[in-house]
Structures are given as structure tokens and as C-alpha cells.
Nanobody, 124 residues
Framework: QVQLVESGGGLVQTGGSLRLSCAASGRTFDNYAMGWFRQAPGKERKFVAAISRSGGPIYYSDRVKGRFTISRDNAKNPVYLQMNSLKPEDTAVYYC?????????????????WGQGTQVTVSS
């Protein structure tokens, strides 16, 4: 059974940092492009960041560009999301996703595998 599991979420104050990790089981995802999406309460799930199979190109949402960094280490967990200068509007459930393709995508429908999500809450 293929599974992606996110970790690293939690409660942090405005301006703080968190590092999310995405671990895979059931198969290896080093040949997959990986992405992070988030869903705030009462809103649709939206793209955050994505990294292609070889590590580039990388894409970011304009809302997180300059504050978040996506990276991957295919020898350990497939993908990380370093989140700095967090704001209350970053509060959401964050999802890891895998796409069986060389290049990453900003589109939710391009990803075949999804994790269950990890909650990130930024207090003001």
C-alpha cells in the first residue's frame, strides 16, 4: 500500500518557523515530482510549493515565495518544506503529494498520491 505521511506541523507564533517532512512507504518516490498544498478552514486546497524529480525546476506560490523553501533528499524522506516568517494566514492543513512525472506541477489534479495532512497553526 502506497502511503505518504506528513510530520512537523504544530503551533507557532507569528514570525516563527516550522519544517515539514513527508515520508513515503510502500514504494520509493525518488522518481516522482513532489508538491505541498494547503487547505485553510472553509477554503479550497491550494498550491504551496513543488519540486521536480531531479530537484529542479522548483515552483512556489506567490504567497510563500521568499519565506518557504522546498527541498528533497531521496535517500531519506522524499520532501521537506522549510517555513520561515510564518503568518497567521499560513494556518492550514498541509498536504504532501506525489506526481509520477519528471517535472513538478502547481495543479492539484496532476498528483496521484496524497498524504493525510499535518496541521500548522500560526498564532498572532
Amino acid at each position: 500500500q502506497v502511503q505518504l505521511v506528513e510530520s512537523g506541523g504544530g503551533l507557532v507564533q507569528t514570525g516563527g518557523s516550522l519544517r515539514l517532512s513527508c515520508a513515503a512507504s510502500g514504494r520509493t518516490f525518488d522518481n516522482y515530482a513532489m508538491g505541498w498544498f494547503r487547505q485553510a478552514p472553509g477554503k479550497e486546497r491550494k498550491f504551496v510549493a513543488a519540486i521536480s524529480r531531479s530537484g529542479g525546476p522548483i515552483y512556489y506560490s506567490d504567497r510563500v515565495k521568499g519565506r518557504f523553501t522546498i527541498s528533497r533528499d531521496n535517500a531519506k524522506n522524499p520532501v521537506y518544506l522549510q517555513m520561515n516568517s510564518l503568518k497567521p494566514e499560513d494556518t492550514a492543513v498541509y498536504y504532501c503529494a506525489a506526481r509520477n512525472f519528471v517535472t513538478a506541477s502547481t495543479k492539484e489534479y496532476d498528483y496521484e498520491y496524497w498524504g493525510q495532512g499535518t496541521q500548522v497553526t500560526v498564532s498572532s
